[in-house]
């Protein structure tokens, strides 16, 4: 009694900053995971403003909305702000409201540093769109920021620069905290393998972080010193090589593809056990099936390059590497559905988001085995197949994981039930226009239609327009999502602390909403 | 609460904040590995 009355008091001579100064200065893993879930979801829309003003220039061929120099910055500006600022950042988003919840830890580990890792973001924003509008406008050489067009390009390009720089240090920091707060504050009891899913996918894919994002700093180091202090680690006109860039790019990029899909991994593996009513099939499998992508990530990088001329052997070992990760996603894909497997299964939007990923991210899974083939990659290299494929993936894939996510914990979060029928119109509009949008550019890939183009021959009209009203609809079908969200915030249905029947974790085990600080005293795990 | 603000005379709390603090510097130390090293051995040294 008397350590209540002390536990009360202490509370009570906190003094937390209210308005906007809570914001700013919080240090709380709840309020700073908000934020970047709200910073997430407005630069979710505006690269989806960038993709409708591509999806309008391709409605029809020839040259309507915009210049081929914008086209080319829409372009990477869509691919760098949704790739940096809208998956990255919601899974991170998610990171902070559910890991201290699931493993019965008070908060991340690094508090502060998780304030500053988040406000990192806002500014490497705000360069990457003010770029539009400096002198020869946003960087036009593809979120890959390949040389020698990024040696090449103007103001725009040393903008980009810098806020890669600014998001890599903010992922990196983030990561030290996941990791740190994974390893170090788990609630007695609860052993590695006893962490839900979800802590595990995260673990993992922040060690890939910690990895690789010094890679990608260092590469764009290197462009910005031959950019301006006369350096040549990529320019050819000073002995440099290009390809070096590309290499060293990919060393990140492929393990980058994983960072943004293990998370939806984890995230999807929560989702199925609980509307099957069933533990989820073959955990210790699916541990060692993220850990054995995580490690293949870092010997594929080249099957982004079979077009550079490389030794067939060296295009042996990287088509072999890459098809090597069909067996441990197979593995995943198999326990999701074993899973369901005579289970209690109910559909709410959560369930249909997950079940919705699996059929259409195992389409993207079997079009990557597709262009693992050297032979067959040879053929579709920067076609509208590849932008297919990892639409398939990373809308597909990351983005329905993380609104199935959404819908999952979004009681926990608000305290209310989201109103299911919008949430299944979002579901179905988002499905179908999806659809509708990318299984075309398979088509137009298999055609010969190159990518980044903003006219083509006009064989490839049809499913171009079809492609471009899909996005229409697609983008439309967002803003259900957003009404859904206010409308759970501003009231609704009680959520009970339960949220689902069935569902399993400490996470279930706060009160609905979950108060501003849990598990200050950590809970027993058996 | 937080790892910040662990008291370090609570014996457990203490060796997990210093547990947390190795950690971290840990993977700082891998991350500007990976910086320094990318740009020494693929840049300069080719």
């Given at each position: 009694m008397e350590a209540a009355h002390a536990h009360d008091a202490a509370h009570a001579h906190d003094h937390h900053p209210t308005g906007l100064m809570r914001w700013i200065t919080t240090t709380n893993h709840k309020d700073i995971g908000s934020m970047y879930l709200w910073f997430s979801l407005m630069m979710f829309f505006v690269g989806g403003v960038l993709a409708l003003g591509i999806r309008s220039e391709l409605f029809?061929?020839?040259?309507?909305?915009?210049s081929p120099e914008l086209f080319n910055q829409l372009t990477t500006m869509h691919g760098l702000i949704m790739v940096f600022g809208a998956i990255m950042p919601a899974f991170v988003g998610f990171a902070n409201w559910q890991i201290p919840l699931m493993i019965g830890a008070?908060?991340?580990?690094?508090a502060r540093m998780n304030n500053w890792s988040f406000w990192l973001l806002p500014p490497a924003a705000l360069l990457l769109v003010a770029s539009f509008f400096v002198p020869g406008g946003a960087t036009a050489a593809g979120w890959t920021l390949y040389v020698p067009l990024s040696i090449q390009m103007g103001m725009g390009m040393d903008l980009a620069i810098f806020a890669v720089h600014i998001m890599g240090i903010s992922s990196i920091m983030g990561s030290i905290n996941i990791v740190t707060t994974v390893l170090?504050?788990?609630?007695?009891?609860?052993t590695l393998m006893k962490m839900p899913m979800f802590v595990w996918t995260w673990l993992i894919t922040a060690y890939l972080l910690i990895a690789v994002m010094p890679v990608l700093a260092g590469a764009v180091t290197m462009i910005l010193t031959d950019r301006h202090f006369g350096t040549s680690f990529f320019n050819a006109a000073g002995g440099?090589?290009?390809i070096l860039y590309q290499h060293v790019f990919w060393f990140f990029g492929h393990p980058e593809v994983y960072i943004m899909i293990l998370p939806a991994f984890g995230i999807i593996s929560e989702v199925i056990p609980t509307f099957a009513r069933k533990?989820?099939?073959g955990y210790t499998s699916m541990v060692y099936a993220v850990a054995s992508i995580a490690i293949l990530s870092f010997i594929v990088w080249a099957h982004h390059m079979f077009t550079t001329g490389m030794p067939v052997a060296a295009q042996l070992f990287f088509m072999y590497a890459t098809m090597l990760i069909a067996i441990p996603t197979g593995v995943k894909v198999f326990n999701w559905v074993s899973t369901m497997w005579r289970g209690s299964l109910t559909f709410e939007t959560p369930m249909l988001f997950a079940v919705g990923f699996l059929f259409v991210f195992t389409i993207g899974g079997f079009t990557g085995v597709i262009c693992a083939i050297a032979p067959v990659d040879i053929q579709i290299q920067e076609t509208y197949y590849i932008v297919a494929h990892f639409h398939y993936v990373l809308v597909a894939g990351s983005l329905f994981a993380l609104f199935a996510g959404t819908y999952y914990w979004l009681p926990k979060w608000t305290g209310h039930m989201y109103d299911e029928t919008l949430g299944k119109v979002h579901f179905w509009g988002s499905m179908i226009f999806f659809n509708i949008t990318f299984f075309p550019m398979h088509f137009l890939g298999l055609a010969g239609m190159p990518r980044r183009i903003p006219d083509y021959a006009l064989q490839f009209a049809d499913f171009n327009h079809i492609a471009s009203i899909g996005a229409f609809g697609f983008g439309l079908s967002q803003l259900v999502f957003v009404w859904v969200v206010l409308k759970s915030i501003q009231g609704g249905r009680k959520a009970t602390d339960e949220v689902w029947e069935g569902a399993e974790g400490l996470e279930w085990r706060v009160p609905s909403p979950a108060p501003?600080?849990?598990w200050e005293e950590a809970p027993v795990v058996k | 609460m937080t790892v910040d603000r662990m008291p370090m005379k609570e014996t457990q709390a203490g060796s997990r904040r210093s547990a947390a603090w190795r950690t971290a510097l840990v993977l700082g130390s891998i991350a500007a590995a990976f910086f320094i090293g990318i740009i020494v051995k693929k840049g300069l040294l080719g």
């Open positions: 029809q061929p020839g040259l309507q909305v915009v008070p908060d991340m580990a690094f170090n504050l788990r609630a007695p009891g609860m440099g090589d290009p533990p989820l099939f501003l600080h849990t | -």
